[in-house]
């Protein structure tokens, strides 16, 4: 091989190894650009997971304070429901004044309360009666005219 021959073969794996050298470079570059990309996607996924565990922490906060709501209103509608049925056991005297005790039970609520009543019946048939009922959550009135 001559000595141009090899100059010539030379100055090709030059060129080659300048290119390559360029390659090696660029992906040098990409790959440090990617492994950014990376960081800034495991800051975030990170960042999100805190978020998420915050969620759900609130959520399950959420849900106790909803489960005493709800068992403090089961308490409060089953007393009231009670109290409804202890004052409905009341009867009221068709002729005169009475007094009457009512106790009601609900989903284990238990109330009492106490009622009066007057009644009485005029000269030409027509009847009347009035009721007034009461315990520490409710009061009830009531008027009928029969006739």
């Not at 090696?24 to 996607?41: C, R």
């Amino acid at each position: 091989m001559s000595s141009r021959e090899t100059t010539s073969k030379l100055k090709a794996h030059d060129e080659r190894i300048a290119k390559n050298d360029t390659r090696i470079a660029n992906n040098k570059a990409s790959i440090k650009s990617v492994e950014e990309k990376m960081e800034v996607v495991r800051e975030a996924s990170f960042d999100n997971k805190v978020a998420i565990a915050s969620l759900e922490q609130n959520i399950k906060t959420y849900q106790q304070e909803t489960n005493v709501q709800m068992l403090y209103m089961k308490e409060e509608y089953s007393t009231g429901i009670a109290s409804a049925i202890a004052i409905g056991q009341i009867s009221t005297a068709a002729d005169g004044f009475s007094v009457g005790v009512g106790h009601g039970s609900f989903n284990g609520a238990n109330e009492m309360a106490l009622g009066l009543g007057y009644g009485n019946t005029f000269q030409n048939g027509t009847r009347f009666q009035m009721s007034a009922a009461k315990n520490n959550l409710a009061t009830g009135v009531g008027f009928t005219l029969s006739f």
